[in-house]
Every structure is written in C-alpha cells, then in structure tokens.
C-alpha cells in the first residue's frame, strides 16, 4: 500500500467514525465512486480505479450490485456480469444493469476496502454527449488519445484498435494513439476509438469517444502597450475621465492577452471611486487581438495628480508596463490671465493715448496757431 492511499485510508477512518459511512462494515474504508457511461450491447471490463493490479485471489474480494436488494455477482464466466479478482466483466451491457456496483476487498494484511461504480447505460445514438472530454487546441497535428478504460481493455486482452470519425470507419489506423495532421475545421467531429477484444473466445467491443475541437493557430508576441503612448495627461480636477490601457498580444492571442490598470500598485477600488473595464478585441481578418482595460474617474481629484497609473500588459511570454500621471490642465487659468493681461495692456496703451494727447496738443500749439493768427504769418 502506497503512501497516499495510507492517507486516505485515515482519512476514511476519519470519516466512517463519525457514522456517515452508507457501508454496513465500519472496518472497511470506503473509496471513491468512479462513473462510467456505457453503450448498449458493447463489453465494459472495469478495473476499480485504486486498485493497483486486478490480479487477486477471487477469494479476497466480493463483488455486487447494490440496489432494493443486493445481487452477489458470480465468477461463472458463462454469465454476462461476472469477476475475476479485482476486474468485473458487463458483456453485451443492456439498459437493465444500468446502476451501482460495489466490490469489498479484504488485502492479505487484513485491511478492507469498499471499492464503488456507477454505470449508466446509453444508446448509440447518444454518443455525442458520452465523450471522454475534448481535444481542443491549435496544434498543427492533433492528438487524440483513446479513454483510458477502452486502452486498459485493449493492453489488458491484447485486442484491436479501430477508429471512427463520426460513423466513418478511418482506415489504417490501429494505434492507441490517433493522429490528426494538418488539422482544420473540417475535422471537428466526434471520434470514437473501439477495442476489439477476445474473452473466453467470444470478440467484444468496447468503445470511448471525443470531441476534436481545432482552434485557430496562435502566434505570441512579446506584450506591447499602445496607449498611453505619453507618459503625462492633462486633465482638469474634478472631471470625469476615462484612461485607455492597450496591450498588442499578437495573432489569435486571446487566450493569454490582458490588460489593467495599477494605481500607486493597487487594483483601482470602486469605492475610490475608479471603474476598471476590459475589453478583448480581435480585428479581422487579421485575427491581431488588443486588449484594453479603461479606468474612469468619476471625478478627478487632488490626490490623483500625485498618483502613478501603471498600465499592466501580460501576454504569453512577456509582461510589460507603462506609468501614466495626472498633470492639472490650466489652459483655462491661461486665459484669464491672458484676458486680464489683455485688458491691462489695453488700459495701459488707453492711457498713453490720453497722455499723449495733452503732450501731442502742446506740440502742436506752436505750429497751429490759433485762429487769432494774424493771416500770412508763416508757422
Ligand atoms: C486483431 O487483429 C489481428 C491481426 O489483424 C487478427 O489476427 C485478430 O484476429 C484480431 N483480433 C480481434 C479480436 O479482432
Ligand atoms: C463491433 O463493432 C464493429 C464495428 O462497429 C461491428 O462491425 C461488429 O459487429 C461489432 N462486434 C460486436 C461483437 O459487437
Ligand atoms: C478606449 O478604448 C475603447 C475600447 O477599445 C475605445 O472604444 C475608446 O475609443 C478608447 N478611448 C480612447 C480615448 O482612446
Ligand atoms: C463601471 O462601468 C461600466 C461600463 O461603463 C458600467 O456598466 C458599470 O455600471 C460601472 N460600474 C459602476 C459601479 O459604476
């Protein structure tokens, strides 16, 4: 017994001794459920997930249905459910032993486990939402693995791969491992990996099914912030403003492509009165995907122009920043003060001009003299 089952094993005890153990034994540790979803009329050989090698004295172990009434399970292998130590065989399944199924295993050290399953019964046609979770990623050449029960069977009985595409048998392809190269869209499908097995020398079929999912190919590039693209911005205390952090991922990036705002290194805090919002954006066709986050002020205030706005880019290599501050926009201030000085200068130059008057009238007295000149005299 390995270490972490020995931790299990305590913890089972644990648990079993405060009395919400279902199993009518408390010595006996209860492990978890697996669940499995069969198809109808196929072969189904289970190995309980926590036990290591299923090759044990049928003596050691009990298995059984659980249910109104317990059924004992048999070792006749004439039967269609029978075991063999710590495997049980379903041959040609039918929707009639659809349920719960449990195995009480007692080690030769004396220790004593309760091992469970659910099996649940579909029919073909049905296949499509019994997958063995999907593939999905934007590798060139997909992978697809055959679930883990159906490769155990096929090792185990040294049986036959096949595999489908939908219903459409692919040809040449008898590996645990499917390859799909060069995938595109058009080969999203379901596929399905059969074991053909012999037992007692009667073939069996069991199968196991994913979905291909071909994401579109991404290519990273180190992280760039397109604004702010000025390290200062204008703005006038007790506005409103919205600042723009935009990050460049790269093509297809939006799996790993995010933007955000720090202010003096914090997150912006609504009850500061900041509003942070993201946005991803792909163009098209070009698939180049931007992420930005917009930080509005409801309402600029002193302390803002003393804060650093840190806009934060973070892509799949790279991660990269850009600092912002607030400078007070005094245009405004200017041109009053323009004004003022406008009318100063004004008032200045007016009064020059009245000065200028008087001095310009006394110049003049002696070249326009009065009407009382007598005439012909010569200024
Ligand atoms: C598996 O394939 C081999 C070789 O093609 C064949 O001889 C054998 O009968 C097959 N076994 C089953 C169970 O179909
Ligand atoms: C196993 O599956 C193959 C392909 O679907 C089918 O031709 C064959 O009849 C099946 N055999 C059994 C025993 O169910
Ligand atoms: C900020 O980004 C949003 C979303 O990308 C965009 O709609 C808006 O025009 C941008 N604002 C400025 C001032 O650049
Ligand atoms: C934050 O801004 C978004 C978008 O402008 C808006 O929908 C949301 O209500 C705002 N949240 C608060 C708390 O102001």
Known sequence: MDVSRLLL??????????????????????????????????????????????????????????GPEVMNITTDETHRIHYHGGALFFLNISANDAGHYSARHIEASGECFYYHVKIEVFDETSRENLTYGSIRNSDQNKNIPCPQPVKDTCKTFNGNFTWFKGKNLIPGQHKERLWVNDATKEDEDIYTCLCTWTHNHKVYNSSGSRRLVALEKAVYENVKITSPNTTEQLVKKGSSVKLNCTVYCGINAAWDCEATWLINGNPAKQTDGYNETTKLDIEDPSKRTFSTATLTIAKVSEDDFQHEFKCLGSGFYTVTSATLTLKKDESFTFIIVFLVLGACLILFAAGLVKHFVTDLALLMRPCCPPRRCNKGTIC
């Open 9 to 66: 094993s305590i913890v089972m005890v644990m648990s079993t001794s405060d009395g919400s153990s279902e199993a009518s034994d408390s010595s006996c540790f209860n492990l978890d459920q697996d669940r499995y979803k069969v198809i109808k009329g196929e072969a189904f050989y289970y190995v309980p997930f926590d036990l290591d090698d299923p090759n044990l004295p049928d003596a050691n172990i009990t298995w059984y249905k659980n």
